[in-house]
């Protein structure tokens, strides 16, 4: 979890103990500690399968409130997790490395080249970076989905106009 708030939230205060993160103010925010029973009751279903998740399909348990809840734990990476395992998150993180890596070097061409559309790929960026921190506290928001597709789209235009590779990995 501590990695996971790090990638996150970049200013997230490295020497804090994963009982610290658990003990956060949890008489004072009723938001947060709801968060946290969620979080831990959510990785704790996957005990029996923690590289490959529960799967698809089904309603999220949670026990502590109400039992057969389908309330989600409202964070994309403890969704992630719960679902595919700690192979398909690791495999989320590579795929929004390697998209993040193409923006920037598709930012870097267009910068050069003073296209107009640059803003497109800059806004990419800034959605990637924003929803991805807003992931942490909320589950996915497809606003940011379609900005950061609109920044591939005129990334994948640029290719064939200016006739230039990006590599993906």
């Known amino acids: ?6 990638i996150a939230n970049p200013f997230f205060p490295v020497k804090m103990t994963c009982d610290d993160i ?8 009723n938001t947060w500690s709801w968060r946290i029973i969620q979080w831990k009751a959510q990785l704790r279903s996957i005990a029996n399968t923690p590289f490959v998740g529960l799967g698809f399909g089904g ?4 026990s502590e409130f109400a039992e057969g809840s389908g309330v989600s734990p409202h964070n994309l990476y403890v969704q992630i997790t719960v679902k595919l395992g700690i192979i398909g998150l ?3 993180l590579l795929t929004i490395l390697s998209i993040t ?3 920037l070097q598709g930012l ?3 910068r050069k080249r003073k296209d107009p559309e640059l803003t497109l790929i800059i806004t990419a960026l800034i959605a990637l970076a924003g929803s991805h921190t807003f992931y942490f506290a909320y589950a996915l928001d497809p606003i940011s989905i379609l900005f950061l597709g609109l920044g591939i789209a005129v990334l994948l235009d640029k290719i064939k ?3 230039f590779t990006i590599t993906l990995v």
């Open 59 to 62: 309603y999220w348990e949670l």
């Open 22 to 29: 658990l003990m956060y103010e949890e008489e004072n925010n």
């Open 1 to 6: 979890i501590l990695m996971i708030l790090r």
């Open 108 to 110: 870097h061409i267009l």
């Open 161 to 163: 106009t200016y006739s």
């Open 90 to 92: 690791f495999l989320y």
């Open 101 to 103: 890596r193409y923006l």
